[in-house]
């Protein structure tokens, strides 16, 4: 690996993510908090679960920011081939193109990522604190891990409040609070944006849509000929679709599905 490779913006925003995150537990230790009053009464089980979740919380950073997104393959395989020959099967409505960069065959819900330079299956955006693209593979894991993250940030926040004591003389109380109290303010920032976050994808799965089809409807072709979202099969089926993969199959036969559904005449 050069030397170079190692100040890549991908490599400083996951090192500075975990410095952060690590600092920030270990200010909550340090000061005079329920964390560390619990730790000093013997009572380990609280701060093993915080520790853990913690770390957890990190894993799963690491773990979506690192994965592939689902990349459409620049080199198609022979099944993919296959597929692409099968196009014609598939109807004529449908708006299958070819991306102006990557020059592959854009699957519906795909869209090209200047950032990462690939095109992205069911792409939902592109996460700068993350230096990846949330998209059809790891978005159930970003939905997870923010869930997580705010359960961590918001236990964290209780715990930084429980040290901070007003009752002092405004220089003592700065040398001995200033630090923790920074922490919260950061901590209250942190969890406002999680939650509005983890409430926005909530939705969006919930609707079976994206970020950038949310955003960009009156852009996307196979949205704008529709006057409602032709992937949306229910809050049941979608969250089933969405965490576990069912019902399966492509966008492509659940648009061409709808279509059907939509211009069947009515009994």
């Not at 040290?163 to 303010?185: C, M, V």
């Not at 492509?252 to 069947?264: I, R």
């Amino acid at each position: 690996m050069a030397p170079w490779a190692l100040l890549s913006p991908g490599v400083l925003v996951r090192t500075g993510h975990t410095v952060l995150t690590w600092g920030i537990t270990l200010v909550l230790f340090l000061h005079d908090t329920e964390l560390r009053q619990w730790e000093e009464q013997g009572e380990l089980l609280l701060p093993l679960t915080f520790l853990l979740l913690v770390l957890g919380s990190l894993l799963l950073y690491l773990t979506v920011s690192l994965m592939d997104p689902g990349y459409v393959n620049v080199q198609p395989q022979p099944q993919e081939e296959l597929k692409e020959e099968q196009t014609a099967m598939v109807p004529p409505a449908i708006p299958l193109r070819r991306c102006r960069y990557c020059l592959v065959l854009q699957p519906l819900r795909a869209r090209h990522c200047r950032e990462c330079r690939r095109c992205v299956r069911r792409y939902d955006h592109h996460c700068p604190w993350m230096e990846n693209c949330v998209g059809e593979r790891n978005h159930p894991l970003f939905v997870v891990y923010l869930a997580l993250q705010l359960v961590v940030l918001l236990w964290g926040l209780y715990l930084a409040w429980s040290g901070l004591r007003f009752f002092q003389p405004w220089g003592l109380w700065l040398r001995s609070s200033g630090l923790l109290f920074a922490t919260f303010l950061l901590l209250s920032l942190f969890s406002l944006v999680a939650s509005l976050l983890l409430a926005s994808h909530l939705y969006l799965v919930a609707s079976n849509t994206t970020t950038w089809e949310f955003i960009s409807s009156h852009r996307i072709a196979y949205l704008r000929q529709r006057p409602g979202n032709p992937f949306d099969r229910g809050l049941t089926r979608n969250l089933a679709h969405f965490f576990c993969g069912w019902p399966s199959g492509s966008w492509e036969t659940l648009w061409a599905e709808e279509e059907e559904e939509g211009s069947s005449p009515a009994v």
